[in-house]
């Protein structure tokens, strides 16, 4: 079974300018979520979906991080413009209905540079 | 805002020894706890899932879970060097939505 697949995996950009990240969820996963990890810090809940609707986006920056999973299937998390606290790696993560308990499935993640 | 939290540590042992990672939580309403391995530079990875209280063993992993105390644990006996890792502490509500982590344990274990 294909795991939870990103890109890019690695991105740098100068402060202002916008990136786009690329999330596929294990096939037949209904929810898909979007982390941010700082360094040192655990991962944050920035968006999730149920299908291709929104769940929770509550600590989304609504004002510059965009998310969307048209048909339900993969999903694109965009930042624009970028900040230097932007800085981490976002981490795409799904899980089935089918297990009561939740557990997630990471991707690889994205690690951005803000400069 | 339910919460997490977690020594960052970092907690060192010696080979052999036993680890013990420690996990408190805020909401008395949290149902589903977890524990996720995760090495340096690469993702989370599911170690252990807990639900009720008392203790849950796999392999040289223990999961102890007391609700009324709001408090989770993890032991992994016979420490190697390869559990070297940070040890993320995370929490959900049955039929919630958000999976909530904590700051993560870093563990070394010396050779």
């Known amino acids: 079974e294909a795991g939870v697949a990103q890109s890019p995996r690695y991105k740098i950009i100068e402060k202002r300018q916008s990136v786009a990240f690329w999330c596929n969820p294990i096939s037949g996963h209904a929810t898909l979520y979007w982390y941010q990890q700082i360094l040192g810090q655990g991962p944050k809940l920035l968006i999730q979906f149920q299908n291709n609707g929104v769940v929770d986006d509550s600590q989304l920056p609504k004002d510059r991080f965009s998310a969307e999973r048209l048909k339900g299937v993969d999903s694109t998390l965009k930042i624009q413009p970028a900040k230097l606290e932007d800085s981490a790696v976002y981490l795409c993560?799904?899980?089935?209905?089918?297990?009561?308990?939740?557990?997630?499935?990471f991707g690889e993640g994205s690690r951005l540079t803000v400069l | 805002q339910k919460e997490v939290e977690q020594n960052s540590g970092p907690l060192s042992v010696p080979e052999g020894a036993i680890a013990s990672l420690n996990c408190t939580y805020s909401d008395r309403v949290s149902q589903s706890f977890f524990w996720y391995r995760q090495y340096s530079g690469k993702s989370p990875e599911l170690i252990m899932s807990i639900y009720s209280n008392g203790d849950k063993e796999d392999g040289r992993f223990t999961a102890q879970l007391n609700k009324a105390s709001q408090y989770v644990s993890l032991l992994i006996r016979d420490s190697q060097p390869s559990d070297s890792a940070t040890y993320l502490c995370a929490v959900k509500e049955i039929g919630g939505f958000k999976t909530i982590f904590g700051a993560g344990t870093r563990l070394f274990v010396k050779a």
């Open positions: 993560a799904s899980s089935s209905g089918l297990s009561p308990a939740g557990e997630l499935f």
